[in-house]
């Protein structure tokens, strides 16, 4: 299943077989693309999550730029946290944005950063998913 948000911001994706989101966040994001970002989340990835015990997030920051939405999406991946999210990747081509996203994880999930996706999924596979 895919999402594709109706301003362009981001795409999400849910490959039910592995337990893993791929989340595709593009542009410098506000509060409300932010928020547009969880509802999506409540209402179509995490149905799709259902049984699901433990699940990871594989996000593609490439063509993000770095927003000032920390305290936002610290307390989105808090929701995910509290919800299943087990393990996170990110692939990151900007020290800023790997950065910032260090600082979103917070306490609850600190992001493995890599600079492809291959390496990416590598290390999720060698994480059970």
Known sequence: ????????????????????????????WKSEDVERFHKDYEAKVMPQLAGAKQWAILSDLRNYKTSNVVAELKNHVQW??????????IVVDSAINKMQMKRTGGTAMEPMPFSTLEDAKGWLKEQGF
Do not use: F, Q
């Open 1 to 28: 299943m895919i999402v594709k948000d109706i301003k362009g911001m981001y795409k999400i994706e849910v490959d039910k077989s592995r337990n893993i989101v791929i989340e595709t966040p593009m542009g410098l």
């Open 80 to 89: 995910k946290t509290e919800r299943g999210l087990h393990r996170a990747a």
